[in-house]
C-alpha cells in the first residue's frame, strides 16, 4: 500500500489511477491479445480505474465481478440497435447547461462529467470523461440562478460525473449556495467516492456535506466485494457525520444478477447503515447489451429476496423509460389478474373475499 494520506491527495483527481490500455496491460488486467480493440474502446469511452479498486481484482479470474465493472472489454464495441447516445433521455429536459429537470419538486444538477472510474455500463457514458471537465463559473451561476427562479424546486440532486470528485472548498460552497436558496430543503449527492477512492472521505470533505442541515449521500454500489473495510469506514464516516445513506445499484450480468449475490449486498450495505434504494435495470447505452438482463430476470430476482431478506435490504427494482419518460418500479407484481394476492411461495389468496368500497 502506498503512503498516501487523506488529505495529500490533489483536490480533483483520485489518489493513483490505471487509464490506458497499456497501462491495463501492465498491471495484468487485459490480455496482450487484447490490447488493441481495448485501445478502439478507450478511445471511445473513458477508462479509468483508481488503485484502491486495482487492489480489489483478482486478476486470476476471468470473471471478476470488479474487472467486469471497470476493465475495458472488445465487447462494447459492438452496438445494438436498440442502444442509444441518451438512453435515458436527459437531454429534452435541460433548460440550462447542468440542469436537469424532469420532475416538478427536484434537478439534477450536474457541477461536473468527471468520475473518479469510468463504469462500462454507465448511462451517461457519452457526455461523462475526464476531458469534459466541469461548469464554468458563469455556467454554474445560471444553473442555481434556474433553480432560485423555480420556487417548486424542493430538493437538488447532485449528480455529473462524481460531485465528490470535487475539492471539499467547491463543494463546500455548491452546497452553500444551494443551502442558501430558502425553497431547497433538501440536497442528495449521487457519488462512488466511498467506493473507488475512500481516503477522500476526510475531514474537510465532511465538513463540506454538514454546511447543508438535510444532505443525503447515495453511494452508487453494486457488488458485496466493493465494501472493502477502507469503504465501510469511509461509510461510517459520513453516517457518523450525521448524513444519512442510501444506495442505487445497477442489475448486471456477470456482476450481480443472481440472487446470491444482491442477497449480500444489500445485507452488507445495510450493515453499514446505507439503505438499498434503487435497483436499476440496465440503461440501452451503447456498448452494454453484454450487460443487461430482461425485465423478467429482474423481476424473479426481486421476487426471489421478498422471500429470503429483510425489508431494510429491499431497494425497488426501477426502469428509467427511454426517451425521457422517467423512471418507474417494474418489481415483481403480487396481484393477479383475477384479484388475487400471490404470497412469496406463489401461493394465491383472496383479499378480503368480495369486499367493495362502501
Ligand atoms: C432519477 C432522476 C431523479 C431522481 O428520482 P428519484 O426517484 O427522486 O430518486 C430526478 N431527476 C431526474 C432527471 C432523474 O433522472
Ligand atoms: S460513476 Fe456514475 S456517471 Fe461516472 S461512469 Fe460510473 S455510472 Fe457513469
Not at 432560485?148 to 449556495?177: K, Q
Not at 454546511?211 to 469511509?234: F, G, I, W
Not at 431497494?315 to 415483481?332: E, N, S
Request: hydrophobic residues 40%; glycine residues 6%.
Amino acid at each position: 500500500m502506498s503512503p498516501r494520506s487523506p488529505t495529500s491527495s490533489p483536490p480533483d483527481r483520485p489518489s493513483g489511477s490505471v487509464k490506458t490500455a497499456a497501462e491495463l496491460r501492465e498491471r495484468g488486467l487485459i490480455e496482450p491479445g487484447e490490447l488493441i480493440a481495448v485501445e478502439r474502446v478507450v478511445a471511445r469511452f473513458a477508462a479509468t480505474i483508481t488503485e484502491e479498486l486495482v487492489e480489489l481484482i483478482n486478476p486470476d479470474d476471468p470473471d471478476d465481478p470488479i474487472a467486469a465493472q471497470f476493465v475495458p472489454r472488445a465487447e462494447e464495441l459492438t452496438l445494438a440497435p436498440e442502444e442509444l447516445a441518451d438512453p435515458i433521455g436527459d437531454e429534452p429536459h435541460t433548460p440550462v447547461p447542468g440542469i436537469t429537470h424532469r420532475y416538478p419538486d427536484r434537478v439534477l444538477l450536474k457541477p461536473l462529467h468527471v468520475c473518479p472510474v469510468y463504469c462500462r455500463f454507465c448511462f451517461r457514458r457519452e457526455v461523462v470523461g475526464p476531458g469534459t471537465g466541469v461548469l464554468a463559473e458563469a455556467e454554474l451561476e445560471a444553473a442555481l440562478a434556474y433553480i432560485r427562479e423555480h420556487s417548486e424546486i424542493w430538493e437538488v440532486i447532485l449528480t455529473g460525473g462524481d460531485p465528490l470528485v470535487l475539492s471539499p472548498r467547491r463543494l463546500g460552497a455548491l452546497i452553500a449556495a444551494l443551502d442558501a436558496i430558502e425553497h431547497v430543503r433538501v440536497i442528495r449527492i449521487h457519488t462512488r467516492v466511498p467506493v473507488v477512492d475512500p481516503r477522500r472521505i476526510n475531514d474537510e470533505l465532511l465538513a463540506a456535506l454538514a454546511v447543508a442541515s438535510a444532505v443525503y449521500v447515495v453511494l452508487h454500489c453494486n457488488h458485496p466485494r466493493e465494501l472493502s473495510a477502507r469503504a465501510a469506514e469511509a461509510c461510517a464516516r459520513i453516517v457518523n457525520a450525521g448524513v444519512p445513506m442510501l444506495s442505487q445499484s445497477v442489475l448486471l450480468r456477470g456482476v450481480n444478477a443472481d440472487a446470491d449475490t444482491l442477497e449480500a449486498l444489500f445485507r452488507r450495505l445495510v450493515e453499514l447503515r446505507v439503505k438499498p434504494y434503487y435497483l436499476h435495470h440496465g440503461d440501452l447505452a451503447r456498448g452494454t447489451g453484454h450487460f443487461r438482463t430482461t425485465i423478467e430476470t429482474g423481476q424473479a430476482l426481486t421476487r426471489a429476496l421478498r422471500g429470503r431478506v429483510s425489508g431494510l435490504c429491499q431497494p425497488t427494482y426501477v426502469l428509467d423509460i427511454p426517451g425521457g419518460h422517467g423512471k418507474v418500479p417494474i418489481g415483481a407484481n403480487y396481484i393477479e389478474q383475477d384479484g388475487q394476492i400471490a404470497d412469496i411461495n406463489g401461493e394465491l389468496h383472496e383479499y378480503p373475499p368480495h369486499a367493495e368500497e362502501p
